[in-house]
């Protein structure tokens, strides 16, 4: 079994920067794509970002410009860079590697934007 662990979150101020991390335990083949997804208590989870294996990567607007979704070459590890950090990107994050037939969710790791 596939398990995926975040990391890189924490309490930032506005205006600030995290990066995060979600390794996997094990090479995922056939992997369509991968992202970060985030939820706040009483809300439906959100996509904030995909990338592909390719490269071709994908933003909600609340995000375009700030935050950078990339990948290291393995496929094993997918990161988000947050730049400019504002309170309502406070949310529980998770990671989602999507393969055929599988899709794997990370726990979630909690991102609190606050002064």
């Known amino acids: 079994q596939v398990q995926l662990v975040e990391s890189g979150g924490g309490l930032v101020q506005p205006g600030g920067s995290l990066r995060l991390s979600c390794v996997a335990s094990r090479n995922i083949f056939g992997i369509t794509f991968m992202g970060w997804y985030r939820q706040n208590p009483g809300k439906e989870r959100e996509l904030v970002a995909t990338?592909?294996?390719?490269?071709?990567?994908n933003y909600v607007d609340s995000v375009k410009g700030r935050f950078t979704i990339s990948t290291d070459n393995a496929k094993t590890t997918v990161y988000l860079q947050m730049n400019s950090l504002k309170p309502e990107d406070t949310a529980v994050y998770y990671c989602?590697?999507?393969?055929?037939?599988?899709?794997?969710w990370g726990k979630g790791i909690l991102v609190t934007v606050s002064s």
């Open positions: 990338i592909t294996p390719v490269g071709v990567t």
């Open positions: 989602l590697i999507q393969s055929i037939p599988m899709t794997y």
